[in-house]
């Protein structure tokens, strides 16, 4: 059996469900692509005897391996290194030679803050600087290092890693901690499962549970491999794990999915669809631009996620009123007049007129009803119409989408990517005329 | 004190990383609004052993309430009913009225699902109606029901709540939970806390820790108050939990906050920047409209998150090329060869431009480098421009910010909010000439 970690989590503002903890599943993510299970994450607050309850109730579980996450900051209440200290056994000592480096750190911070006195960054820089005797120092991202802390000699028990809070101080420093001899002589025994995922869209998702059915019947020793399946943004992932000699046994469920789900299956290496659309538009030297209304800005957001996209998103128009769609975008005010803002033909003319305003190769347009407010008997809350086209080709689709203002929004966000995904693709509707 | 409760949610999806926990975040609120503090949330997977070690952990934490979400379906894999009963002391019987009650509810799954045997149908209503003997059975919301259970008769230990996994069973179900008799009986000791929320923008975290140390040393005894502080987003929260007869204490805490940072407190009631600029833009009937490059839709996206936006939200351009911001916002194509895209120049221009296109009252004009390309050794990446302006006045910033594209992105959204919130308040330079 593979070793297994713990992951705990302080934060009284994650505790009390202000913020959402966005660590804990990142670093179960990394712990599984490197072969290491994880058995809990426990939220805590920044109580000392809370903190020091949960890593023994880790240990309790016969993990490995603990990472924590937070608690390290300057001021007296970020207190998990000293815990983590005693749950280790070693005494706390101060590190010069760390607290000048910190010191070059917040030097400055010093001169852009002219108003914090220096004993108040010199405390802060001593309270960061004072760790776990013998632990293994992971450098400061920001200004609070981490530390890789192995229980004493002579006491058994679980290493911890011991990470900052800050997603982009714990993300960078998580590749530093695994590379320590501290941790890989905590997890001597780990098994790298292989892992892969499949992306279907477009069917629901109680779907994929008749076809796991078929696959066992069909004679497939799904029990040699792990099957999850789960529901995203409109998106169906299924991840499977498995020993490397279990691969035999993926491929054949693998073929099952693909057989059952040829026009929805999208993604067989776990590409998601707004890399291939990046992909598409690179590869093909095609440049896209939206008009939207509904979505406000969700769809421009999206394209530009991604490094890079300066090279095919020319931009974008947030046509929020039916004056904006008629001056900005080029959509005619009698076809707005004749369909409403929320039909077929302004979706198309939205795209259209995108791509005319911009002069890209593709558009997109997006138009419907977030609500909460806005809805009709004819157009509820919920409707959406989307389009997609370029010179030759164009595809109109309209989606009812479910729940509440922020989801039909992000889900319509959703449904505009897999839209421009086909046309990208070659499908589509020739147009009239040409256009 | 007050009594505490912990969480325990059960989930291989969440735990592996894949689905964010949305049920622990809530129930943290939904308890804290009960007057229970919560001293930890904890994920673990579906194994009965680990979620038995779950259970004793928050024992161990001298927890009077335990709620449990998920592990309740029709399936054998769902453990959480038994695993609890075992924990409580309690024997597991069939509740023959509640499978009836099931049955009913499943009989129309039934008929949706025609391919489901009627023996697999009546195996999971005998299971899900196998509850631990004593327990208080809340009504399903789906099919599964949920269960308040207290410890055996002479047994000492928590109360456990437990109810289903997906949030819209569960939701509804904690109002039946917490109007039970053995749920009161559970926290007779529960004390109804206070609570505020300071926010503050334009100064780093450890400026509060100098703060309160200040208000100690003033004679405030902050003692009798939690107070706990975090950096979101680019602003600093400070929550104060406090007894209703502490009232006095925090006020004379929020008085130092305020001698000490007035011109960094933005709310001293918890609103948003979010909400005040829709605030200020509704009681003053204005409209606004945004020109953004680097920020790629986000602050339209931002603007027209909230319902009801289409009432002062006209649109936006996300201009991503300089042929863009000439064409289609009107910065003129000298004005970018002179000073570059990223400049206070373009910045303004595109807030102007916005306001001129759209024909708004108020313009927010965006320009910057998100990276991670595109940066030079006067221009670096995180370095973003940003301008709002009316016909009377503008105001103008330059921000430099830290961290990857997806934090500079949205950082650069945070500070278009406040400039836009400065100007909506009359701050400004007066425009010269008038524009």
């Known amino acids: 059996v593979s070793a297994r970690a713990a992951i705990v989590v302080t934060g009284t503002e994650v505790l009390q469900g202000r913020v959402s903890d966005r660590n804990g599943p990142w670093l179960s993510e990394q712990l599984s692509e490197f072969g290491v299970d994880v058995a809990a994450i426990t939220v805590v607050g920044d109580r000392p005897e809370d903190m020091r309850a949960a890593l023994e109730a880790a240990a309790g579980l016969g993990v490995a391996l603990i990472v924590t996450s937070g608690g390290l900051g300057p001021t007296a209440d970020d207190l998990t290194a000293a815990v983590v200290g005693e749950f280790a056994g070693r005494a706390m000592v101060l590190d010069s030679a760390l607290e000048a480096r910190i010191g070059a750190i917040t030097a400055a911070a010093r001169r852009r803050w002219a108003q914090i006195s220096p004993e108040t960054i010199a405390a802060a820089d001593r309270k960061q600087a004072t760790i776990p005797e013998g632990a293994t120092i992971l450098e400061p991202v920001g200004t609070a290092p981490g530390l890789v802390v192995p229980p004493h000699e002579g006491r058994s028990g679980p290493t911890v890693v011991v990470l900052p809070g800050p997603p982009r101080e714990l993300q960078p420093m998580w590749a530093a901690a695994i590379a320590t001899a501290a941790f890989a002589a905590a997890v001597p025994d780990r098994v790298e499962l292989e892992q892969r995922m499949l992306r279907l869209y477009g069917i629901p998702e109680s779907e994929i549970a008749t076809t796991l059915r078929a696959a066992v019947d069909g004679g497939v020793a799904l029990d040699a491999i792990e099957v999850t399946t789960c529901m995203r943004r409109g998106e169906i992932e299924i991840v499977s794990r498995f020993e490397p000699a279990q691969a035999g046994v993926y491929d054949a469920f693998e073929a099952v999915v693909r057989a059952h789900h040829a026009a929805e299956l999208f993604s067989d290496d776990g590409s998601s669809v707004d890399a291939q659309v990046a992909a598409l538009l690179v590869d093909s030297g095609r440049s896209v631009a939206v008009a ?45 007049a004749a369909h409403g803002a929320v039909s077929s033909e302004v979706a198309l003319a939205l795209a259209d007129g995108a791509r005319g305003r911009f002069g890209s190769d593709v558009g997109v347009g997006v138009t419907g009803i977030a609500g909460p407010d806005g809805g009709s008997p004819e157009k509820p809350v919920g409707l959406v119409w989307l389009a997609a086209s370029d010179s030759e080709r164009q595809l109109i689709v309209r989606a009812d989408l479910p729940g509440r203002r922020a989801d039909v929004r992000d889900r319509a966000t959703t449904v505009a990517m897999h839209l421009l995904r086909r046309l990208l693709l070659g499908e589509g509707e020739a147009r009239a005329g040409g256009a």
Chains 1, 2 share one sequence.
């Open 292 to 336: 939207e209304s509904c979505t406000g800005g969700l769809v421009a957001a999206r394209l530009t996620d991604r490094p890079g996209a300066s090279a095919y998103v020319l931009g974008g128009v947030v046509a929020y009123t039916n004056a904006a769609k008629d001056a900005i975008v080029g959509v005619p005010a009698d076809l707005l």
